[in-house]
């Protein structure tokens, strides 16, 4: 079946160290987007990117990176830069240049101890 | 100014109830316009897309209005499987990819 994977599921993550989240998909989807939410607010954009090789800045990109070697991959980064990273991590994915339905992962739920 | 506001809520309705919800945007470029339904720790989920000349799906309504840059959810006969986070997202001008999220208005109907 096609959809849209997202792991692991729940990370752990000290302080200071940088974690990666995974997110693929085999829609054969052109864009793909990272969203942060947190407890009892909206998805806020981080990164999105609309073809391989090539990605945007969001609303909230600080701390974060990504990279788009492959169409169906597009990884988040969560570095030490980021201050409060604890939150729900979603993937979404789009075909046609977004204006088709957007599909999401399950989302990580990320935590630092 | 958010790029796309909507009322927190909650709105509290009971069973067979009808409730509306509106969605403001700020960018009058904008394409594409979506609502999408959440459930507590869950992904969001398509609803409806809403189209210039409104559009039904059993007992939701969606309607846009452009000139007045929102959109609107009408949902009749209240359910109470229909308790949820409702989303609005906004797709930008027709080259941008951008999607951007409300923050959603909770719905909680009561027996």
């Known amino acids: 079946d096609g959809g849209i994977t997202q792991s692991p599921k729940y990370l752990f993550r000290k302080e200071g160290q940088n974690v990666t989240l995974s997110c693929e998909q085999n829609?054969?989807?052109?864009?793909m987007y990272w969203y942060r939410q947190d407890p009892g607010q909206g998805l806020r954009l981080i990164y999105y990117?609309?073809?391989?090789?090539?990605?945007q800045k969001g609303d909230i990109a600080e701390g974060y990176s990504v990279s788009r070697e492959k169409k169906e991959s597009f990884p988040l980064t969560v570095t030490s830069a980021q201050k409060n990273p604890t939150a729900f991590y979603l993937c979404?994915?789009?075909?046609?240049?977004?204006?088709?339905?957007?599909?999401f992962g399950q989302g990580t739920r990320l935590t630092v101890v | 100014r958010k790029e796309v506001e909507q009322d927190p809520g909650p709105f509290n309705v009971p069973e067979g109830a009808t409730v509306a919800f509106n969605c403001t945007y700020s960018?009058?470029?904008?394409?594409?316009f979506f609502w999408y339904r959440q459930d507590c720790r869950k992904e969001p989920k398509l609803l409806m897309s809403?189209?210039?000349s409104g559009n039904e799906d059993g007992r939701f309504t969606a309607q846009l209005n452009r000139a007045s840059q929102y959109i609107s959810l009408l949902i009749r006969d209240s359910k109470l499987s229909d308790s949820a986070t409702y989303l609005c997202?906004?797709?930008?001008?027709?080259?941008?990819?951008?999607?951007?999220f409300g923050s959603g208005t909770r719905l909680l109907v009561r027996p």
């Open positions: 979404a994915s789009t075909s046609g240049r977004g204006i088709g339905e957007a599909f």
């Open positions: 829609l054969n989807h052109d864009a």
């Open positions: 990117s609309q073809i391989v090789n090539d990605f």
């Open positions: 960018n009058s470029a904008s394409q594409s």
């Open positions: 809403v189209y210039s």
């Open positions: 997202v906004v797709k930008g001008e027709d080259s941008s990819y951008k999607l951007i």
